[in-house]
Structures are given as structure tokens and as C-alpha cells.
């Protein structure tokens, strides 16, 4: 099927073939502080060792302030009544509004606040907070100073916030005293804080705490340093305290964000200022269809990650939209309900979630009862667009949702599975619903987004050159499998090094294909129709008897199945093949949930078949693990395979409670030793069935 538009094909030409005109004119619709007198400028840095690699600078000389584009600037432009931010927090019983004026009045005072307790151009502000709006005010105010901030997600164990302590070396931290876990109750951050505090070489000189009324921080410590968020911004609101925007160079850093490091400590992804705001406030307009007032996006996320940042914080607010704070979780708070809910009590028009959150709603409303609900009430007719990233969203899951926004939502209504990264800062692929704005900023027009392929994740992003190449770095031919790299310059919203650290960023993405690509680290196809296909982490290939497969392609397959909810494969070593795909499977919500660890025949065989079919006989599966609970995830929802995988690996010897490598993201240690339980029993049952003499594979 070829595509029904050919706008974002030419958008994208566009944008790689003439960069420099391309972002010009994208870059002009926000204000700048002082004008950049050239878009892009290309040289060659040189790291202390010797090595020379390509270097890139967007709108190098220019000077912005993106808290004065997200707030000041809509308020001067007579949009200052217009609701900025919406507040639902089911955990809290909570609901609040804020318009752009509300939200600069919040915004500079806090930033006098933070100016009173020496916060300066250039340092760190580092915010460890629950979704509640104290948390956007903060992020607003210390890039309001100039300062940069770097976002931990809260509930982060307090040796995992000291490494970001020490690593991101922050003047002030911004906390709250607890947050609220449905029906957990308060999580109180005060130990998690204190402890990180007390382990970390550096010492943050202030730790200002936003109180909750269902769980204070009490005493504040005034002589460790610790203050009252609320009592500082009272005294300074009545004093008269405010800071106006202080611009910074468009290369100057906006924030830091960590992303876990395969080894070692976490790196710290450094965002540059002005190509953030200009790629971002494209990318908001252009993919998600919010242009400004009266659009409304809900990205079911956290601040903590890339994606809190760019759509639930500075992307709506860029664009001078309304974009929706949830405090809650997508079941549980209170049912699974609360996302069709939010669109359909705020209207709003683009939903941005992952694909975990849909496979646990579906879990427990396989009906699609609460959705219905609204639906059949007309009430989800603004909704125009389903947005999935953060990991691979499985074709039964985009087919399913089509079909249902297909009958409830706007008219031409699209599920979008799209791709991208911490590093990249906004989507590198997708499908755009507003193609027409890549090429005129200011346009009208209306064309169809290009058709959607389940399993894909649309075509690439202005300024995202994506190449597929082999493990010697030569292009490969559209439709094979190969590693996912990008040719540089990135689009202005990309990483060019880590905080500190240009030696770990070399090593880390251009040493693999010696600086001629960016490695993602991700592994695909480009298909005949120029479509994206992202199937695994590169790590996440299996090799079996010399043909390479990928997990992703594998998990499509076996979910394809009626009976099964969701699906992870991993490697299991074997002597004759090297490794066999090895899958984890929770059946259907019907299923009772305590199912033994080894399917029936029956079960293994048809979903082994589907495998057959759809990958080919040499892919068959040396094994399926059932269960339920036993998939461990980030608190971002990806899939932890490499924890599967080295569980796998121990009972193959035999070493069942040998410990693993369990990163401090995970969502839910108890479904580590579920996962690790499940596989005991696999294996035990396996060798009662083959006698004494084959206790390994």
C-alpha cells in the first residue's frame, strides 16, 4: 500500500535536504531573546584522547528562554485567560485548573524564590516530585533562572537518587513530602531524600519540600538545609518577589536527563535550549495535531521521563495548548475507566500513552465496557488522535483501538504507533496528522495522515535521517533487518553529547560505526513503503542455528493468538542451535491465576504453529513459561527481557536462586521472584518429563 499523501514525504525531503531553510523557518514562530544569525553550524570536535568526531550547533548564536516561549509569550499575545494546565489526581481526590496568566504568576514568583536561595544561571535544580502541578512550576522556574533541572522520577531508591546527586551536582533539591500510591496510600520521600543526601559526596545547599496534608514532612530541618516550599513562596508573594525570564545561548543546556547506562552509572542526556523549543514546538503541531487553544493533549506519563517532559510539559505549553496532569494510574484509580474518563470530561483531542497501559486496561475490561460507556454516548468525538511509544506496540493492540476509535472518536480518527528515545528527545518516526505545518509553519491545510501499517512505527521525522545497516555500518536493502542508526545532524530536539561526559558519548553512540552513524541501539527495517519498523533492542536478537531474529517480531506472533494477553521471548541457550526463542506468556483475563508453569500441549502447540507460520519453522520455541505477574517492567513500562534472560540462563545451570541484575527502574521486584518461581517450576517439570539423564537443554 503506498501512501494516500505524499505532504509528509515532502516535509521530510525538505527537511534533510535543506536543513538550514527548513528550521529557519520553524524556529521563527518563537521569540528570541537575541536573533541567531545561522540555523546550523557543523565542525569537528576533538575528545582529549585524540579521537575526532562530527559536532553540530543549532541557531548557535542565538539566546532564548523557553519559560518566556511556554508561558510569558501567550499571556502577551492576549491568551493569558486560556487554560493552560488541567490537575486530575484520583489518588488525592483533587482537581484544578490553571490558565497561562495563573501559570506566570506561579512561575515567577517561584523563580524569585529560587533566586533567593542562590540559584543562578548555569547551575542544576534537581526535582524528585510526584504528578502534582508544584512539580511544572518548578521545571518552569529554574529554566526561568536560566538554570537547568534534572527530573528524577519520584520513588527512586535513595542510592539511585545519590548517583544522580553526585553526577548532576545540583545547588537546590525540589521535593515534596510524600506521594500517593491509589490504594498504597502516602509513599513518604523524606528517606529516600535524606538517604541520598547522606550518601552522596555532594551536598545540595537547600532541599525545599512542597507539604501534602495527607503526609507532612515534618519536622523541616532548617539547619540541614531544609525549607518549606509553600511558606517561601507566601513571603515572597507578599513581598513582591518575582523573576523575569533570563535568556540563555540556544546551546546552552535546558535540562539533564538520566537514562539508565547498560553499565555503571546512569548517563545524563544533556538538552540543548533553542533546537528543544523549535523542534518541539514543530513536532507537538505537526504529529500530534495540537496547534494551540482549545486542543487538549493527555499524555498518560510521568515528568520523571523523556516523554513527561516533552508532551506533558513543554511541548502543550510551547504550542499554547492545555495539556492534562494525571496523578493516578491507568487501572486501579479507581477502575479501568480513568483514561476514557479524562478524554472525555476535559475534550481532549490526543491521547499519548504506552502500549502497557492499554495491555492492563484491556486486562481488566476485556469488554471494553468503561470505553463504550462514553463512547456510545458521543462523548469521544473530539478525540482525534491514540498515541503509543516507549516500547514496541504488538498489531493485535494498534487493529484493536483502530477499530474502536474508528467508531467512537473524531472522524478519520488514528491510533499512531511511533518511536523514539530519551537521546532524541521528540519522536524520530510517525505518522503526522498535520503534515501540511512541516512545510508552512502557519498553515491550514487538512490532508489525510498516511495509512497505518500495525507493527510499524510510521515513517521518519523532519531532521530524523534514519538509515538500516549491518554490523559493519553499510546500508542494507529496504525490507531487511539490520541495526537502526541516524545519519547527523540530528533534528534540533537531539542529544549532541552526555552532561560532562563527551568521551562516554562517543564511546556510547558513534564509536560502534567509527562516527559515521548514530547507533539507537535499536534494531529493524525500513519496508518498501519507506515505513519504519523498530522489532528489538539490538541486544534483543537471537541468534538461532546462524539466523538472526528479533524478540519483537517473535512477541507479535505469539500475541496474535487469541488466548494471549501479552508475550516477552528470550534467548535460551541450546547445543545445537546456540539459542532457542524461550517465551513467557500471560494468557487471557478469563484464564484462573493459578495456572501451572508449563502450558497444555494443546496451548504450546497452537501457539507454536502461529510462530511457524509467521516467522518461519527454524524459529519454533524451545519453551513457554505461563503465568501471571511475572514480566517485570520499568516504572516507564519497557520490558525488562535482560532480567528474563539472565533467570533463563541460571536454570539452565541449575542456579535457580542466583541473584540478577535488577535495574533500580523496575516497577515491581515481587514479579522478579514471581518470574524466578515460574521458571523453577518450568524447569523441575521439564526434567521429571525427560528422566535423570537430561537435566540440561
Not at 507566601?234 to 547506562?261: F, H
Not at 534494531?523 to 541468534?543: E, F, K, Q, T
Request: hydrophobic share 40%.
Amino acid at each position: 500500500m503506498s501512501p494516500n499523501n505524499t505532504v509528509q514525504d515532502a516535509a521530510q525531503c525538505a527537511s534533510l535536504t535543506d536543513p538550514e531553510q527548513f528550521w529557519d523557518k520553524h524556529a521563527k514562530q518563537l521569540h528570541w531573546h537575541k536573533p541567531y544569525s545561522s540555523v546550523l553550524q557543523r565542525k569537528t570536535k576533538r575528545l582529549k584522547d585524540g579521537t575526532t568526531h562530527p559536532h553540530w550547533s543549532w541557531f548557535p548564536d542565538g539566546e532564548i528562554s523557553t519559560t518566556y516561549n511556554c508561558v510569558d509569550r501567550h499571556v502577551h499575545a492576549g491568551n493569558g485567560d486560556k487554560v493552560a494546565m488541567i490537575w486530575d489526581s484520583p489518588v488525592s481526590g483533587s482537581k484544578e485548573k490553571y490558565t497561562y496568566n495563573q501559570m506566570l504568576e506561579e512561575v515567577e514568583v517561584l523563580a524569585g524564590v529560587l533566586r533567593e536561595e542562590g540559584v543562578r544561571k548555569g547551575d542544576v535544580v534537581l526535582i524528585y516530585m510526584p504528578m502534582i502541578p508544584a512539580a511544572i512550576f518548578g521545571m518552569l522556574a529554574a529554566v526561568r533562572l536560566g538554570a537547568m533541572h534534572a527530573v528524577v522520577f519520584g520513588g527512586f531508591a535513595a542510592a539511585s537518587l545519590a548517583q544522580r546527586i553526585d553526577a548532576a551536582k545540583p545547588k537546590v533539591i525540589l521535593t515534596a513530602s510524600c506521594a500517593i500510591e491509589g490504594a498504597k496510600g502516602p509513599l513518604e520521600y523524606r528517606p529516600f531524600i535524606e538517604g541520598a543526601v547522606e550518601r552522596s559526596e555532594w551536598k545540595p545547599s537547600k532541599t525545599i519540600i512542597w507539604q501534602r496534608d495527607v503526609k507532612r514532612w515534618d519536622p523541616v530541618l532548617k539547619d540541614a538545609g531544609q525549607r518549606n516550599w509553600q511558606r517561601l513562596v507566601k513571603s515572597a508573594r507578599n513581598r513582591g518577589v518575582r523573576a523575569e525570564a533570563v535568556p540563555v545561548k540556544s546551546t546552552d543546556g535546558l535540562y539533564i536527563i538520566y537514562t539508565s547506562g547498560t553499565t555503571g552509572l546512569p548517563k545524563g542526556v544533556l538538552r540543548e535550549a533553542g533546537g528543544h523549543a523549535v523542534g518541539l514546538h514543530l513536532s507537538i503541531r505537526y504529529l500530534f495535531d495540537v496547534k494551540g487553544p482549545g486542543d487538549v493533549i493527555f499524555t498518560g506519563s510521568d515528568i520523571g521521563w523523556v516523554v513527561g517532559h516533552s508532551y506533558i510539559v513543554y511541548a502543550p505549553l510551547l504550542a499554547g495548548a492545555t495539556t492534562v496532569l494525571y496523578e493516578g494510574k491507568p487501572i486501579g484509580t479507581p477502575d479501568a475507566g480513568t483514561f476514557w474518563r479524562l478524554v472525555d470530561e476535559y475534550k481532549v483531542t490526543s491521547l499519548f500513552t504506552a502500549p502497557t497501559a492499554l495491555r492492563a486496561i484491556r486486562k481488566e475490561d476485556p469488554e471494553d465496557k468503561y470505553f463504550k460507556e462514553h463512547g456510545e454516548k458521543g462523548r469521544l468525538r473530539h478525540w482525534r488522535g491514540l498515541f503509543l511509544a516507549g516500547e514496541r506496540s504488538e498489531p493485535s493492540i494498534v487493529v484493536h483501538y483502530q477499530d474502536l476509535l474508528g467508531k467512537y472518536a473524531a472522524p478519520d480518527a488514528r491510533v499512531i504507533d511511533h518511536w523514539w528515545s530519551s537521546e532524541s528527545g521528540s519522536p524520530m518516526t510517525g505518522l503526522a496528522l498535520r503534515p501540511a505545518i512541516g512545510l508552512d509553519p502557519t498553515s491550514g491545510e487538512e490532508h489525510k495522515a498516511l495509512g497505518i501499517k500495525p507493527g510499524s512505527a510510521g515513517k521518519p521525522m523532519p531532521g530524523f535521517d534514519v538509515r538500516i545497516v549491518d554490523d559493519e555500518g553499510h546500508e542494507v536493502e529496504q525490507g531487511k533487518m539490520g541495526n537502526i542508526v541516524l545519519a547527523m545532524p540530528l533534528a534540533p530536539t537531539g542529544f549532541t553529547t552526555l552532561f560532562n561526559d563527551d568521551a562516554r558519548f562517543y564511546k556510547g553512540y558513534l564509536k560502534r560505526f567509527n562516527g559515521k552513524w548514530l547507533d539507537t541501539g535499536d534494531a529493524g527495517m525500513i519496508d518498501l513503503d519507506g515505513y519504519v519498523h523498530v522489532m528489538s533492542r539490538s541486544d534483543d536478537i537471537i541468534n538461532v542455528a546462524a539466523h538472526r531474529f528479533s524478540t519483537g517480531a517473535i512477541e507479535q506472533a505469539i500475541t496474535s493468538h487469541p488466548g494471549v494477553a501479552e508475550a516477552c521471548v528470550v534467548g535460551i541457550p541450546d547445543p545445537m542451535k546456540g539459542h532457542l526463542p524461550f517465551a513467557f506468556v500471560i494468557p487471557s483475563a478469563a484464564t484462573p491465576s493459578d495456572l501451572p508453569a508449563t502450558p497444555s500441549k494443546e496451548f504450546f502447540d497452537g501457539i507454536n504453529q502461529i510462530v511457524r507460520t509467521q516467522i518461519g519453522a527454524i524459529a519454533s520455541l524451545g519453551g513457554i513459561v505461563q503465568g501471571k505477574g511475572m514480566i517485570p517492567k520499568t516504572r516507564s513500562g519497557k520490558t525488562l527481557r535482560r532480567v528474563l534472560r539472565e533467570l533463563v540462563e541460571n536454570a539452565v545451570e541449575g542456579n535457580y536462586d542466583k541473584e540478577v541484575n535488577v535495574p533500580a527502574t523496575v516497577e515491581d521486584k515481587e514479579v522478579v521472584e514471581a518470574a524466578r518461581q515460574k521458571i523453577q517450576e518450568w524447569f523441575e517439570e521439564r526434567k521429571k518429563q525427560q528422566g535423570p539423564n537430561k537435566t540440561k537443554l
